[in-house]
């Protein structure tokens, strides 16, 4: 006698352009607008990409302080392998971040050419072209970049060399 089983595997894929805003609390708004964004779920593997993408965002508070974001991507993609492992590449892109707040200050600026990621568990490793330079301090963080060379210590701890980085998240 022959049994078998048929398994089966959901799988969702969506294609779109996209505006998103969101306001996370009364005095703060983020949002982006790009061209196309697609997503696959395949069972527990998650992969989503976008093309050509703009955010912008802010804050201001007379009991948090003020912080703000300007960043533009020509496109990245994720693989999320059921949360085991997070694999990540972008194409060029290029950002702003300023703040000064009730948990600390930071002023960064990046661009980058090209890079990917790979993070499993605590642990991420990044290998990519990027000029990243700046400075935060925090609560729980400090760190210094200068063209993509620096490192950070706190919850987050790296150490960067032109632009490629190894990280550990102490708060996974």
Not at 165 to 170: S, T
Request: charged share 25%; aromatic share 6%.
């Amino acid at each position: 006698m022959n049994h078998t089983k048929e398994a089966t595997i959901p799988v969702k894929a969506a294609v779109n352009a996209f505006y998103a805003s969101e306001d996370e609390d009364e005095d703060e708004w983020h949002g982006k607008v790009g061209a196309c964004e697609a997503e696959l779920d395949i069972g527990e593997m998650r992969m989503r990409s976008q093309l050509v993408q703009m955010g912008v965002g802010g804050m201001a508070s007379i009991e948090r302080g003020v912080s703000g974001h300007v960043d533009c991507s020509l496109g990245k993609s994720e693989v999320d392998l059921g949360g085991k492992l997070k694999l990540e590449g972008r194409f060029p892109n290029a950002s702003l971040a300023a703040g000064v707040t009730d948990k600390g200050f930071k002023v960064m600026t990046t661009a980058e050419l090209i890079g990917g990621s790979a993070s499993h568990g605590q642990i991420t490793a990044t290998l990519r072209a990027a000029a990243d330079t700046g400075v935060e301090i925090c609560q729980d963080q400090v760190g210094v970049q200068f063209l993509g060379t620096g490192f950070s210590i706190g919850r987050k701890t790296s150490i960067s060399l032109f632009g490629s980085k190894f990280e550990w998240d102490f708060d996974k």
